[in-house]
């Protein structure tokens, strides 16, 4: 897989994405550090809006992401089982740096901060780094890493991180 050391490690399970994910209809794999096929990403094609679901190896759905139009700013939900798990908005824009917020149904709020538009951010609670997301770690092009520390739920952060690459990549 090309992994490259970092400075920082929070020790936990470490993912490869590919940049500019989404083209609805397009379905990809995220894999393991290990080379493994870890989620399957289905864009799905036949929606009014843009639907992304995450599975499993095995196909089962773990999480659907779905933008809500006629919203301020860019917003998308994830929903587990039918049942609302997050929403994640868009929260600030600077020249350089970004800010999307994630309001987590079971309380409480994520927040990824630092450039998004280079994959070079963080996803943090309370502002304790949760996840990492970053291209320096890989020798691929239009590739990027994204570590989640233990205790987390990794599906979770990965749809995350998907949904905001969707988001980015849609202004």
């Given at each position: 897989?090309?992994?490259?050391?970092?400075?920082?490690?929070?020790g936990?399970?470490?993912?490869?994405?590919?940049?500019?994910?989404?083209?609805?209809?397009?379905?990809?794999?995220?894999?393991?550090?290990?080379?493994?096929?870890?989620?399957?990403?289905?864009?799905k094609?036949?929606?009014?809006?843009?639907?992304?679901?995450?599975?499993?190896?095995?196909?089962?759905?773990?999480?659907?992401?779905q933008?809500?139009?006629?919203?301020?700013?860019?917003?998308?939900?994830?929903?587990?089982?039918?049942?609302?798990?997050?929403?994640?908005?868009?929260?600030?824009?600077?020249?350089?740096?970004?800010?999307?917020?994630?309001?987590?149904?079971?309380?409480?709020?994520?927040?990824?901060?630092?450039?998004?538009?280079?994959?070079?951010?963080?996803?943090?609670?309370?502002g304790?780094?949760?996840?990492?997301?970053?291209?320096?770690?890989?020798?691929?092009?239009?590739?990027?890493?994204?570590?989640?520390?233990?205790?987390?739920?990794?599906?979770?952060?990965?749809?995350?991180?998907?949904?905001?690459?969707?988001?980015?990549?849609?202004?």
């Open positions: 897989m090309g992994l490259l050391r970092r400075d920082q490690d929070l936990g399970n470490r993912y490869q994405m590919r940049e500019k994910l989404f083209a609805i209809g397009d379905d990809f794999w995220i894999d393991a550090e290990d080379g493994r096929h870890a989620f399957k990403v289905n864009g094609a036949a929606r009014v809006r843009n639907t992304l679901v995450l599975e499993g190896p095995d196909g089962k759905e773990l999480l659907k992401a933008e809500r139009k006629l919203r301020v700013r860019d917003t998308m939900v994830l929903e587990r089982e039918d049942a609302t798990v997050a929403t994640i908005k868009k929260a600030m824009v600077t020249p350089l740096r970004e800010r999307f917020s994630v309001d987590l149904e079971s309380g409480g709020s994520l927040e990824a901060k630092g450039n998004i538009v280079d994959h070079e951010y963080r996803i943090e609670r309370d304790k780094a949760i996840a990492e997301v970053s291209k320096r770690w890989f020798r691929v092009r239009d590739t990027y890493g994204v570590e989640v520390a233990p205790d987390q739920d990794d599906a979770l952060i990965l749809a995350v991180t998907a949904c905001i690459d969707e988001m980015q990549e849609r202004r």
